[in-house]
C-alpha cells in the first residue's frame, strides 16, 4: 500500500473470490484494474451471444442508518435507523457485468458492481434479503 494524491491510500484488493489475481483501484484517479480471467468470461459471454442487456427490479423493505445524503444498511443485530422502501434494480451485460442499483426511499442511488447476473442477485440477497423470487425481469431481449 502506498498513499497517493491528497494522501488517499492505494492498495490492492481481491476482486473475485475464486481469481487467482488481484485488482487494484486508485482512490485517487478513480481507476480500476480487472483480472485477466474476468475478460475472458466476458468474452466467451459474447461469442455465445449473451451480450443483450438485462434488467430486473424488485423491492425491498430494510432498516436504514442515514439520510438524503448519506446512507447504509443497518445490521441486524442492530435496532437504530428507521425502516425505508428500497427500489432494486440489476442491469447489465454477460459481457460488461451487472449493476446492482439502491435507492431507498428520501435518500440518494447508490449502487455495485459484480462481474455475474448470480453474483448481483446474491449481493441483493445478501444485503437486503430480497431472494431471487422477488425480481422481476423487465428485459428487453433480443
Known amino acids: 500500500m502506498f498513499v497517493g494524491l491528497l ?7 481481491p476482486l473475485l473470490p475464486n481469481s487467482t489475481s488481484e485488482s487494484t483501484y486508485d482512490w485517487a ?3 480500476a484494474s ?29 432498516r436504514i442508518w442515514g439520510n438524503g445524503g448519506s446512507w447504509s444498511v ?20 454477460e459481457a460488461t ?11 440518494f442511488q447508490a449502487d455495485g458492481w459484480e462481474l455475474t447476473l448470480d453474483e448481483a442477485f446474491k449481493r441483493a440477497e445478501d444485503v437486503f434479503g430480497t431472494p431471487r423470487s422477488a425480481w422481476t425481469d423487465v428485459s428487453d431481449a433480443p
Open 7 to 13: 494522501g488517499i491510500s492505494v492498495h490492492a484488493c
Open 74 to 93: 443497518v445490521p441486524a443485530d442492530f435496532s437504530e435507523g428507521s425502516f425505508r422502501q428500497v427500489s432494486l434494480i440489476i442491469e447489465g451485460t
Open 29 to 31: 484517479s478513480g481507476f
Open 34 to 62: 480487472i483480472p485477466a480471467d474476468a475478460n475472458a468470461n466476458r468474452d466467451a459471454s459474447k461469442l455465445a451471444g449473451n451480450d443483450f442487456m438485462k434488467r430486473f427490479i424488485s423491492t425491498a423493505r430494510v
Open 97 to 107: 457485468g451487472f449493476l446492482l442499483l439502491k435507492e431507498p426511499e428520501g435518500c
